[in-house]
């Protein structure tokens, strides 16, 4: 209702100025027209012609916004000083919104507003008006422009530019403390009224928040907000124009206001004593239990240092900090053991990390509790008295005896019997026993420190009453040397003397080693044999350093009298007892150039020419490797023209019949190679002359002697090869006689096939089947009607 009686009082006081009508009046001709008089022959009657004074008349025109009435909208009236009103004139409107917002009647110069305007779209309008005559088509007054104003009214309310403010402040915050600034928006006319005066007052979050009416800075109302009472609070602000008076328009925001944590709460145990408990098999890092402190703040604010202030148990248990949890978490720390300490106490304190100074002074930032741990007992397994043993034997201990003693016991109060084994894996060769009552070990087979300097054995301890429990500790035993191995050359040596040599000079240093070791090192001395002590050739010098050099005692030695000297050295150590040995040194007698290289040390030299030089030796050998070659590339091209071999390859399939591939003399030649006799031993050989080689007459063509009664084709083979090899007349070149003697003929004449095409008709078989056993596969392949039909 107010509303509308404020829209009418504007309408009515904008009415007030508007030119209903505008009379002509000298006073505005002369403001808004000018006159001007022109001076022309007319064509018709050749008069001067003066012209009138003339010119606009309006005012500023002003239109009200948001019309709502049933008409259009007066604006106001054109007119010019020229309209007799006798219709000879018409009025054009052109501009900003001529002809759609604004419409003219071209008869009377009315301008109306044909739709409802919008100041905050546009408050302004600018036209241009003209005066045409309707006859002529001329300008009675020149265009002129005029200005539409649009007065405002409060059509907008103001609003926010946010429909929701975020804003955060710490707590415990004093009062006025700013939190955040709202800001509000009127679309009316500032210039014009309280439309757009805005005033901020908050309508929800007091007493907690004001917020500042002509700011609008939102700030904190009370002191020492707890965030841990209240986190969130909704503050809505409400923005109203014309200055906050009745009848303005308003709007609303909402502003959520989050309290941010600060470090004001100290940690707090829930309650004031812990009891855990613990095995005393425990190992350490073993967790025995948690506990928390608690914070009711948030964040790196929360975060709390757990630590053994004080207590029996500081170096037995510790506590470290769970920093997703932000617990206590209770751990062994070293071995317990229950018969030393059943109960440990501790205080524990929890502490925050991050204190904030400006709230120190309610209290320190930290809390104690009072921690109880209990040990447990359990069966343990026995202990040794140390974690390791070493024990030293001489190597020549006798069996049986002992060497040294282990020692373990349960560490319980039940004090349980225990007995001792050897773990055999450790000594697979059962070099060592143990009592199994008291833990003395002994020995059970000979010691031998060169072939086995150390043992590593492994003894058991087991309650006798729980197997169970077993526990194992490592024993070393050292083996300590005796002096039982004498000392030797410490490598062969191949020693030699030249003859050119003389006497006094070194011919060899030898050096010796013993696989024994005394604790004081190794000395060995050097000497000859008794039977040697003066040796008319060589002598041996100790050089004081485990070494001895052979030296000779003549000048001058020969190869063809004596080639070589055995020297035998009596090498001696220093331990207890004294071990020795007797080492027999070789050396040759040698050839040796003027600067003792040696060049030969064989017997076999001595049958050259003493004359006979190096580059000699070596003109022979390049002869005889020269005459080598050539009979090598000679025996090469003979084989080259030998024909390929008389025996044809076993893998032949077909029937296996000797070829003898001599050509012989050609068809005259009968007595090259008479297969015949070979087959026949009762043919006679006549003496004739072979053709193949020419016979030397100083040779006697020898006859052979007849083999008929001979019938071992074995000797007779062998009689065949003599002859042939002391036969003079044979080829000077490699040949392969063949023998094809076949022996007496047999009782079954011959079974080949190959005389069968001679014999006319089919052949009887049948006798076969009378030859035993052996000839009845053959029996039944060739005897009787059937078989042929087969």
């Not at 901020?200 to 700030?219: A, H, M, N, R, W």
């Not at 906050?244 to 941010?260: E, R």
């Amino acid at each position: 209702m107010m509303r509308t009686y404020f829209f009418l009082m504007v309408f009515l006081w904008s009415c007030i100025f508007h030119v209903i009508h505008v009379m002509p009046s000298q006073k505005r001709t002369n403001k808004h027209s000018g006159s001007e008089r022109l001076t022309g022959l007319s064509e018709n009657d050749g008069k001067t012609l003066h012209r009138t004074k003339r010119g606009w008349m309006w005012n500023q025109f002003f239109l009200l916004e948001e019309y709502t009435g049933p008409d259009t909208q007066y604006v106001g009236k054109l007119h010019t000083d020229q309209d007799k009103g006798d219709g000879n004139l018409k009025y054009i409107l052109t501009g900003d919104g001529a002809g759609s917002l604004f419409i003219i009647d071209e008869n009377t110069g009315d301008i109306h507003a044909a739709k409802k305007l919008d100041r905050e779209e546009k408050s302004l309008y600018v036209l241009r008006a003209k005066a045409i005559d309707r006859k002529t088509g001329r300008q009675v007054e020149p265009e002129s422009e005029f200005i539409i104003k649009i007065h405002d009214i409060n059509d907008n309310e103001p609003k926010f530019t946010k429909d929701m403010y975020t804003a955060s402040i710490p707590e415990m915050s004093r009062v006025g403390t700013s939190v955040i600034q709202v800001t509000a928006t009127d679309a009316d006319d500032a210039n014009y009224g309280n439309s757009a005066k805005v005033v901020y007052s908050i309508l929800q979050g007091q007493p907690y928040f004001s917020v500042d009416p002509e700011t609008g800075i939102i700030k904190t109302a009370l002191p020492d907000m707890s965030r841990e009472n209240r986190e969130q609070y909704q503050v809505v602000i409400q923005a109203k124009d014309m200055g906050g008076q009745m009848g303005g328009l308003s709007g609303t925001t909402t502003v959520n206001i989050t309290l941010t944590d600060v470090n004001d709460n100290p940690p707090r145990f829930p309650q004031s004593t812990y009891q855990f408990s613990s095995p005393e098999s425990a190992p350490p890092g073993t967790r025995l239990g948690r506990i928390k402190a608690n914070d009711p703040d948030v964040g790196e604010n929360a975060e709390i240092e757990y630590s053994i202030s004080n207590g029996d148990g500081s170096d037995m248990f510790d506590i470290v900090t769970d920093k997703d949890t932000q617990e206590g978490i209770i751990t062994v720390k070293k071995h317990l053991d229950f018969e030393s300490k059943m109960l440990y106490t501790l205080r524990v304190e929890a502490t925050n990390t991050h204190p904030d100074p400006r709230f120190l002074q309610l209290g320190p930032f930290k809390d104690t509790a009072l921690l109880k741990i209990s040990v447990e007992d359990i069966d343990e397994p026995p202990v040794f008295s140390r974690p390791w043993y070493l024990i030293e034997v001489d190597e020549d201990a006798k069996e049986g005896s002992i060497i040294g003693q282990v020692v373990a016991q349960d560490p319980d109060i039940t004090k349980n019997a225990i007995k001792y084994s050897v773990d055999r894996h450790t000594d697979l060769d059962r070099v060592f026993n143990i009592y199994s009552g008291n833990g003395s070990l002994f020995i059970s087979k000979p010691l031998d420190r060169e072939e086995t300097p150390w043992h590593n054995i492994t003894v058991i301890a087991t309650e006798i009453n729980n197997p169970k429990q077993s526990s194992q500790i490592p024993v070393f035993i050292r083996i300590l040397d005796i002096n039982d191995h004498a000392p030797e050359f410490s490598k062969y040596y191949e020693t030699f003397v030249c003859e050119n040599a003389k006497a006094g000079q070194l011919i060899q240093t030898v050096s010796a080693v013993d696989k024994d070791e005394p604790p004081r090192g190794h000395k060995f001395f050097f000497e000859l044999v008794p039977e040697f002590a003066v040796h008319p050739n060589f002598s041996i010098v100790d050089n004081k350093d485990n070494t001895a050099g052979i030296l000779t005692r003549r000048n001058g030695y020969s190869r063809s009298k004596m080639s070589t000297y055995l020297l035998p050295i009596i090498i001696f150590d220093n331990d207890y007892p004294i071990q020795s040995s007797t080492s027999t040194l070789t050396i040759r007698v040698c050839a040796c150039d003027s600067w003792g290289n040696m060049q030969s040390c064989n017997t076999e030299a001595l049958l050259l020419p003493a004359g006979l030089s190096t580059g000699a030796l070596v003109a022979i050998l390049l002869c005889i490797i020269i005459l080598l070659v050539l009979v090598v590339l000679f025996t090469a091209l003979k084989r080259q023209r030998k024909k390929e071999p008389l025996i044809v390859s076993k893998d032949d399939v077909r029937d296996n019949i000797v070829t003898y591939n001599d050509e012989g003399g050609g068809e005259e030649d009968t007595q090259a190679f008479d297969i015949g006799t070979l087959r026949n031993p009762e043919a006679r050989e006549e003496s004739k002359m072979r053709r193949d080689v020419i016979p030397e007459t100083i040779f006697q063509i020898r006859r052979t002697a007849p083999l008929w009664e001979n019938i071992d084709v074995q000797d007779f083979i062998h009689r065949r090869l003599k002859e042939n090899d002391l036969d003079p007349a044979a080829p000077p070149y490699d040949s392969l006689a063949t023998y094809a003697y076949e022996g007496n003929d047999s009782i079954a004449n011959s079974l080949s096939s190959l005389e069968s095409l001679t014999t006319e008709g089919n052949q009887d078989y049948d006798y076969l089947s009378d030859w035993g056993p052996r000839f009845k596969k053959l029996a039944d392949m060739y005897g009787g009607e059937d078989s042929d039909q087969d």
